[in-house]
């Protein structure tokens, strides 16, 4: 055996290439505690910042040159460049492992809480904070602020009203009952499928989640996922997923879930082909953009909250987008800041894309007009178990905020998949109960 | 290493040897070769290796070493902490019933690849013989290995999609089916076990034919002389001719068969009933952040495949074929 030698020799490589390498797992998050200051002189305020975003369309279409060019008014010393990420989550997990991750990100979900201060520089206290911003306590750890979200959104029923007209249906429904009589109603009248699942791009499902609050209207939604069964009796994501299961099984959903498409599931939307879909506010304006490319009327393009009422009234809970932090890393931590306050505060990106102000005292977009006189009320989740639900369900593997079983879901409505909703909402319950146990806060 | 020049046919060694004497002469040093030539003679190869092997090592054996580092602990992807477990995550694997119930999954892979290697094997003999338009039927089949595996996902996902091509197709020789390709776990991993035949005919293929045609042509003729068939030659000469790069195929498909991964995971996403293990892995990681979890259940199939390799080639040794 003459291989003897060379296989001793990679053997070793190998075990020495494993010694060296094990140095270099994540430092990245290695410094501790900064804070990113807002610059005293705008004028004076230098150096080029590098901006994550998801925003790829708006990196391509150069609005958020404009934008740059908008801040470089106030801000003539900074230079400001983006990167837009398509598969964020997964591309921004593997560079945070070194201290390369930009100026300004988007906080990612992977990082845990309690980890901000250890990647992100503070943008000041909660207290000081939280009078003029929305959304604070999302990433307030330790009394300080390490991230703000440029927009607000809210969880609704994207719909065509036109076609909802059609059906006989002007009122909003006020129970899931309602709501599924009034989808069968479009079924038999008009020639619209009812609700669109998208099951096929998977993140559009796991939009049910965020019916958590909005249903009983209780801003301890998040603490209540922490501490008890999410799916017990009448709990908000039962009376969700009971309701996206009951859609269809009765055959008010696509067809073949399946094979469904996104991006063509937005122009169908605008043209009636597609009646209803449950996503958010920040789906709206994407919806009108298609229906003006289609030719059709962007105003048929309507917002309905979830079909519940508490007190005799709908309940809708406004929450942040990703939000806008400075790296810990960064050497221009003062032109991060400015720029994170910058696009919060003035560049009108909320107003361009139709959505909630991040300001405390801003009034609601133009398209929540409906909301307003329908005395829609609405509440901001108290977000302080928030990482702890998050730990609970990575733990499990669950996943309230993962595709998967929600898919597992359509399934078992649609017959693909062995079982009942009880057994199947039981068993993930049972599985939740049982991490909430071992998982510390 | 220093054999090698024995193996050189003797007349450029000599060619070789005398360039050697011309250089010595040059130097005006005495005729055996002195110790630095000989040196230089044993670091050549190396020094030719080095590139490829600083390539190898850099992006392959050291991922894996820090993948089997990781492996022994609690590591979320992206934390600066983490934890030393043990063998925790490999006793999570193997005792957990639910991560390996989706190696059912790759029976549906297996039997494709079964499909597939006969039909490779068909195509490669009929097109070694001379027919008509055989380079235009060797690229037609050959063409789906040159096409990127995401964009076959998404061309496929429209090709089964309600109403989409396969239906159209069907509705053209009068089945109107209705059926919903990737509606139910046994359609849907029938269906994506069928794309994965197209995607790999053609490698399968390709082998083949270059191992059918390495034989030589007398003995075709010898055969065909001796009155056999077309049947008998496949049978006596291509057969045994091609062993060793059937064996090659059939553990290249077992190990494929058992870590599918990038048609299903475009088209499905491992929705109904269709996730692989390393889709379970893949999310385990990415969606769960249990890198060390995931990176056991990596190391376990990887385990699991050298172990199903060595079986078969156990069962199927791997002799020398002399066809003359």
């Not at chain 2, 024995?6 to 070769?33: C, F, I, M, N, W």
């Not at chain 2, 990415?286 to 699991?304: C, D, E, P, R």
């Amino acid at each position: 055996m003459h291989m003897n030698r060379r296989t001793v020799t990679v053997l070793a490589t190998v075990a020495g290439a494993a010694l060296l390498l094990q140095g270099c797992t994540g430092t990245g998050g290695s410094a501790k505690g900064a804070d990113a200051k807002a610059p005293d002189d705008p004028a004076e305020v230098s150096g080029t910042i590098t901006v994550l975003t998801v925003r790829t369309d708006l990196v391509q279409d150069g609005t958020m040159k404009k934008y740059a060019a908008e801040f470089n008014k106030t801000y003539p010393k900074v230079k400001v460049e983006f990167q837009a990420l398509t598969n964020y989550e997964a591309e921004i997990k593997v560079r945070m492992n070194t201290d390369d991750y930009g100026d300004v990100l988007l906080i990612p979900a992977v990082i845990k809480k309690n980890d901000y201060p250890k990647f992100f520089a503070s943008l000041g206290t909660a207290a000081e904070r939280g009078k003029k911003y929305r959304f604070t306590d999302f990433t307030t750890v330790d009394g300080k602020v390490y991230g703000q979200s440029p927009v607000g959104v809210m969880p609704g029923f994207v719909y065509n009203k036109r076609v909802w007209k059609e059906a006989g249906v002007t009122e909003w429904p006020t129970t899931p009952a309602e709501f599924l009589a009034d989808l069968k109603a479009i079924k038999a009248k008009t020639d619209a499928i009812p609700y669109y699942t998208n099951f096929a791009a998977q993140w559009p499902l796991t939009s049910w989640t965020y019916v958590d609050g909005s249903v009983h209207c209780d801003p301890q939604a998040t603490t209540k996922l922490a501490e008890d069964d999410p799916w017990a009796e009448n709990s908000d994501l039962r009376v969700g997923d009971t309701l996206l299961h009951d859609i269809v099984k009765q055959g008010l959903a696509e067809k073949d879930p399946t094979t469904s498409n996104w991006e063509e599931s937005k122009p169908r939307t605008a043209k009636g082909e597609i009646a209803t879909q449950w996503l958010g506010t920040w789906a709206i304006i994407q919806f009108q953009d298609a229906a003006k490319k289609a030719g059709v009327n962007p105003d048929d393009i309507g917002f309905m909250p979830f079909p519940a009422q508490t007190d005799g009234t709908f309940c809708a809970t406004v929450g942040p987008d990703y939000n806008q932090a400075v790296n810990v890393h960064s050497p221009h931590k003062e032109a991060a800041r400015a720029w994170i306050d910058w696009f919060t505060d003035k560049s009108g990106y909320d107003k361009d894309n139709l959505a909630i102000s991040p300001l405390e005292d801003a009034p609601m977009p133009e398209v929540l007009k409906p909301y307003e006189e329908a005395g829609v009320k609405l509440i901001e989740l108290d977000d302080t178990a928030g990482a702890k639900v998050k730990l609970i369900d990575d733990e499990s593997e669950v996943g309230i905020y993962k595709p998967e079983y929600r898919q597992d879901l359509v399934d078992l409505a649609r017959g693909a998949k062995k079982g009942s909703l009880d057994d199947f909402l039981g068993g993930l319950g049972k599985k939740w109960t049982e991490t909430q146990a071992t998982v510390s806060d | 290493m220093a054999h090698a020049h024995t193996h050189l046919p003797p007349p450029r060694a000599e060619q070789l040897d005398s360039e050697a004497a011309k250089t010595v002469s040059k130097r005006g040093a005495p005729a055996p070769a002195p110790r630095r030539a000989r040196t230089w003679r044993l670091l050549t190869p190396w020094l030719f290796l080095l590139a490829p092997l600083v390539l190898l090592v850099t992006f392959t054996y050291a991922p894996i070493a820090n993948m089997v580092a990781y492996s022994f602990t609690d590591w979320d992807g992206v934390s600066p902490e983490l934890h030393y477990t043990g063998a925790e995550n490999y006793t999570e694997i193997f005792t957990r019933e639910d991560l390996f119930q989706v190696f059912w999954v790759s029976g549906y892979y297996l039997v494709a690849s079964v499909i597939q290697i006969v039909a490779a094997l068909y195509f490669a003999t009929i097109l070694s013989f001379s027919i008509r338009f055989r380079n235009f039927f060797k690229g037609v089949l050959f063409f789906p290995s040159l096409v990127n595996g995401v964009a076959i996902g998404f061309v496929f996902l429209y090709f089964f999609q309600d109403g989409g091509t396969f239906d159209t197709v069907l509705g053209l020789f009068g089945y109107h089916t209705d059926h919903a390709w990737l509606g139910t776990p046994a359609s849907a991993n029938t269906s994506l076990a069928g794309v994965s035949i197209w995607r790999y005919l053609g490698m399968n293929f390709v082998l083949f034919l270059g191992a059918i045609q390495s034989i030589p042509g007398e003995l075709y003729e010898a055969a065909e002389l001796d009155g056999a068939g077309r049947w008998h030659q496949f049978r006596y000469i291509i057969l045994p001719g091609i062993k060793p790069v059937l064996t090659l195929t059939v553990i290249l498909s077992v190990s494929g068969s058992l870590s599918a991964f990038e048609i299903p995971y475009i088209m499905t996403g491992g929705a109904t009933g269709t996730e692989t293990f390393v889709i379970q892995t893949v999310k385990l990681a990415f969606q769960f952040n249990k890198t060390g979890l995931a990176s056991a259940a990596a190391v376990v199939l990887l385990l699991i495949i050298l172990l199903v390799t060595w079986v078969q080639r156990r069962l199927v040794p791997d002799d020398r074929v002399d066809l003359v």
